[in-house]
């Protein structure tokens, strides 16, 4: 290949990637307008030591070059270094961009990166929770419950959208019924501080289910039990909720619904989302039957004299699991401008 050929495809080709704490995707991008996907590689976010590690599994020597290169990480951004929540990784962006031959890597909140995808969301991208007004614009917002529990908004002014990043997944759990209360001091003894992604994320899940058989009494058959020593617990719970087979269970995932829908409701209000609330993460996706139930849409609505603005606005399931990937990668193209 000579050297224009080359340069060409330097010019072209974007990195992007969505850092979990359970599981990163890595792609490779052609720049666009709109980026469009070449290669996708998922890869266990645990099984590697540094981020750096899992690029050069990724970018092996020799690969292709790239012009300009964004990941969305599950964690917050300071000064250009990222520390994700769920991983003993530190991701320093002047690092990654001298081992990318690159003058600045772009670093950003994983749910930030999302809202960056808000807008190139196909129709079958997402499922509808919940109507809202008819023709809703306005700012936007995102909560997602998976590993963690994220938040982010997109804010329009001027016919402009501006993500901004946020860790109010880590903020003061509110209780908004008795049994949430009650749930609150079960936690409090556990935990001491409780964050509401101490319920909302799949180790919540876990919580509330195992704070609703301790509390309530539940028996835990053996079949359960089993379940939830192997693999993903989080997982087992909601199946066995949407099967039938365990009303502890059931009850665990309806009271994680209403807590859901509350802390989407609040999210709302605090960002006036008149354009929408869309769930992200991994969890939304699995429970749709579940959420489209009244303790969501219970939670949600219930805010007072300000349920008017909640019941106008739209909310969303995320169906596309490459959005914060996608997202990365728009804003990675707007370095090349």
Not at 66 to 80: E, K, L, Q, S, T
Not at 110 to 124: H, M, N, Q, Y
Not at 230 to 247: H, T, Y
Not at 256 to 270: D, Q, S
Request: hydrophobic share 45%.
């Amino acid at each position: 290949m000579g050297e224009r050929s080359v340069m060409a495809q330097r010019t072209r080709t974007i990195l992007a990637g969505d850092v979990g704490g359970t599981k990163t995707n890595l792609g490779l991008f052609e720049a666009g307008p709109p980026p469009r996907l070449v290669r996708l590689e998922t890869l266990s976010s645990r099984a590697f030591e540094t981020f750096e590690d899992m690029l050069a599994a990724f970018l092996p020597a020799g690969g292709p070059a790239v012009a300009a290169a964004a990941f969305g990480i599950a964690g917050p951004v300071r000064g250009g270094v990222a520390d994700p929540t769920n991983l003993a990784w530190i991701v320093d962006a002047a690092r990654l961009a001298a081992r990318l031959g690159l003058a600045t890597v772009t670093l950003l909140n994983d749910l930030e990166a999302t809202a960056w995808a808000l807008g190139a969301l196909g129709a079958d991208g997402a499922a509808v929770l919940l109507e809202g007004a008819p023709g809703a614009t306005g700012n936007q917002a995102i909560i997602a419950a998976g590993t963690g529990l994220g938040e982010a908004m997109l804010l329009r002014e001027g016919g402009r959208s501006t993500p901004i990043a946020s860790e109010a997944g880590h903020a003061d759990f509110a209780p908004h019924t008795d049994l949430e209360v009650e749930l609150l001091r079960h936690l409090r003894k556990r935990f001491g501080r409780v964050s509401f992604e101490r319920v909302l994320s799949g180790p919540g899940l876990l919580n509330v289910y195992e704070f609703l058989r301790d509390s309530r009494g539940g028996e835990e058959p053996r079949w359960l039990s089993e379940a939830l020593a192997q693999g993903d617990p989080a997982a087992a719970i909601s199946r066995a909720a949407q099967e039938g087979r365990s009303e502890t269970c059931v009850r665990a995932l309806d009271l994680f619904a209403g807590a859901y829908g509350a802390e989407a409701g609040n999210l709302a209000l605090r960002a006036l989302a008149t354009g929408g609330v869309f769930l992200g993460g991994g969890i939304a996706p699995k429970i749709l039957p579940w959420l489209r139930g009244e303790s969501f849409r219970r939670g949600f609505l219930d805010k007072g004299r300000l349920s008017g603005i909640v019941e106008a606005t739209p909310v969303k399931v995320i169906l596309d699991e490459k959005a914060a990937l996608a997202g990365a990668a728009r804003r990675a193209a707007e370095d090349l401008r």
